[in-house]
């Protein structure tokens, strides 16, 4: 019988919002006893076998999403410095507050990265009015680019100092319950492993929307419907969007589609970068990554386009629904990613290895050639093929035939507590902050999220 673990905080995950906390909380009070468990493997340790084998392999546990540091480990870095875009945390706090919070992640970070100061890409009047001009909208505000190969190891160093400052850090710690023990909380994990704390702090991102579903249902902790984004990962020439990368670094642009008023947003952006893929909970999906390393980078540049779905009642399932979707790519590519050639797409044909291999863009990931129309619903679909057009007016060349379209890439907002005050806690003395707690979709909220509730735990604000 393994002996019980004693706390004063326990963070249940390892991405920046549990990092960011756990750093603000030993900073002010060192005498804390704190804990940080985590689902995945250390970041050192972190390794995905799909570049050697050319393909996901389907691991048990996904390095890619899960292990210290989170999903953010391997993406590009990119930390945008305002309230925008990336979550609705200006909402809750207010923009001056949450904007304080998101300057003190960049302020951390500067002080851990290494390799000289990241290029911060200011805001580009010129770009929004090309972009106004052609009734799309550009989502400007200054971004900061690490690079992949740069952010793993500024997050290194801050876990390294996490660790000396006396933080205890639990690798492949998957936490299955937490439940009321008298004064404390009982964490149960799946390892048999059992800890005890005075407070806990949920960080389980968005590959912990199961275990968040769980333990509001448990708590009796209400939930609101969020959206969905469904949709493709797009990959082609570099040179089609240097105008706006060069400028700006990542463009995101949102558009509303003619055929059904739909929102599609076009984000995560990547200059000369990789598409990859994501194990979730088995489910494969497309992303992509970059290097800030000139000799790294591809001839190619990658984008993600997303339709958004809100649901209405009766229907409660929309994370169900978004896996389905590509739980469905995943059938029809043999348990891989389906990529097709734009052209196919809207000449009605499945793309073919063949087609695939006499094609201008070069495929960075080895996805299965098929048919995405087999896939997505028509809704979708419609909305997507619109938005490439509506995209080519500002960046020609987006719309051509050798451009393509990996699917599916599914982004899931759906469960959104209902916090019992404005210090983001779901039941006294249990908080919730980062991707998993509906409010933050990127790397600068989720991390000023734990940084302010770390304030809240000690009475900082």
Request: with cysteine; charged share 25%; glycine share 10%.
């Amino acid at each position: 019988m393994p002996s019980v673990k004693s706390y004063d905080i326990v963070i249940i995950g390892g991405g920046i919002g549990g990092l960011m906390a756990a750093y603000r909380l030993k900073s002010f009070s060192p005498e804390l006893k704190i804990a940080i468990t985590e689902k995945g493997n250390e970041l050192k340790e972190r390794f995905c076998p799909a570049g050697k084998e050319n393909k996901c392999v389907h691991c048990n546990i996904c390095s890619i999403t899960n292990g210290f540091a989170g999903a953010g480990a391997f993406s590009d870095g990119k930390f945008n410095l305002g309230t925008a875009y990336g979550g609705t945390l200006g909402e809750e706090l207010g923009d001056d507050i949450a904007n304080k919070y998101i300057g003190e992640v960049d302020a951390i970070l500067n002080k851990y990265c290494t390799s000289g100061a990241p290029k911060v890409y200011k805001s580009n009047d010129e770009l929004r009015l090309k972009c106004l001009q052609n009734n799309l909208r550009l989502l400007d505000m200054n971004v900061k680019h690490l690079g992949t190969d740069n952010n793993f190891l500024t997050m290194q160093n801050l876990i390294t100092a996490i660790k000396d400052s006396g933080t205890e850090l639990y690798k492949f710690y998957d936490c299955i319950s937490v439940k009321k023990d008298g004064n404390t909380y009982k964490l149960t994990y799946k390892n048999g492993e059992v800890f005890t704390a005075d407070k806990v702090i949920i960080a389980t991102g968005r590959s912990g929307a199961n275990f968040v579903n769980d333990f509001c249902k448990e708590n009796d902790v209400k939930m609101k419907s969020n959206h969905i984004d469904i949709g493709v990962r797009i990959e082609m020439k570099d040179i089609i969007w240097r105008e706006f990368s060069s400028k700006i670094y990542e463009p995101k642009i949102l558009y509303k589609t003619k055929t059904f008023e739909d929102r599609c947003r076009m984000f995560c952006f990547n200059q000369g970068g990789l598409v990859s893929a994501e194990n979730n909970h088995g489910i494969i999906t497309a992303n992509g990554h970059s290097f800030a390393q000139p000799e790294k980078k591809t001839d190619n540049c990658n984008f993600a386009i997303l339709s958004s779905i809100r649901f209405t009642e009766p229907f409660n399932q929309p994370t169900e629904y978004a896996e389905y979707i590509s739980k469905l790519a995943n059938m029809i590519g043999n348990g891989n990613v389906l990529v097709q050639r734009f052209g196919d797409l809207i000449r009605g044909r499945r793309t073919n290895e063949h087609r695939l291999s006499q094609n201008t863009v070069t495929p960075t990931l080895k996805a299965t050639a098929g048919d995405i129309s087999l896939v997505l619903p028509h809704r979708i679909l419609t909305n997507i093929i619109e938005t490439i057009y509506a995209l080519d007016k500002v960046a020609p060349g987006t719309a051509n035939d050798d451009t393509l379209l990996y699917g599916c890439e599914s982004k899931y907002y759906s469960i959104r507590p209902v916090f019992m005050n404005n210090k983001f806690e779901l039941i006294d003395g249990v908080y919730i902050i980062g991707d998993g707690s509906g409010i933050c979709r990127g790397l600068s909220q989720s991390g000023a999220m734990g940084i302010y509730v770390a304030d809240c735990i000690l009475d900082n604000n």
